[in-house]
């Protein structure tokens, strides 16, 4: 954290005091525990949770104050996917908006890659975790925000391994384990 500090501050003029928080806690009391910090700050970084809990920690914060709520492993790798592919697309003459896209991984980074293209105007996305593809109504290793992705991804409704799903695709991005 110290290092992502210095970055802050040498690249953006950003004041940072990193707070380094080991907790085996839940997320209500995660999201507690760094509530009672927010007067003092003007945002927050966080840094190293795994999804599902990331998620929800991120959106407890949001819905408790106005403060910028940012997470490197979801939107960070978000940003620089999303830069690299306008550029890659460029080099093969494509348009973005009309690939179709299959992103290899529903963690953190995979769902909020997912959301990023979403709101680029990427209409074409399909995502699978470690039981194959996501399509909506599917049971099997779901949660919450794999299932609100569901509800956004593949319309096709496709179902299958990654082999099965991949064909066609112009972009495959590998976010998994």
Avoid: W
Wanted: proline share 2%.
């Amino acid at each position: 954290m110290e290092g992502k500090s210095l970055l802050f501050k040498l690249l953006g003029d950003v004041e940072v005091v990193p707070l380094c928080i080991y907790s085996k806690e839940n997320v209500e009391e995660e999201v507690s525990y760094i509530s009672k910090l927010l007067g003092n700050f003007e945002g927050i970084n966080l840094e190293d949770i795994k999804a599902p809990e990331c998620f929800a920690i991120e959106e407890g914060l949001n819905n408790l104050q106005k403060l910028p709520v940012f997470h490197d492993d979801q939107h960070g790798t978000a940003i620089v996917t999303l830069a690299g592919l306008i550029n890659a697309v460029k080099v093969v003459d494509k348009n973005l908006h009309k690939c179709k896209i299959l992103i290899n991984g529903a963690g953190a980074a995979g769902i909020a890659i997912g959301k990023l293209l979403l709101h680029y105007g990427v209409k074409d996305i399909i995502m699978c975790d470690s039981k194959g593809a996501i399509y909506k109504g599917r049971k099997e290793g779901m949660n919450d925000f794999k299932q609100q992705i569901a509800e956004v991804t593949n319309a096709e409704n496709r179902k299958g391994k990654l082999k099965d799903v991949i064909e066609g695709c112009d972009i495959f991005i590998g976010v998994s384990q």
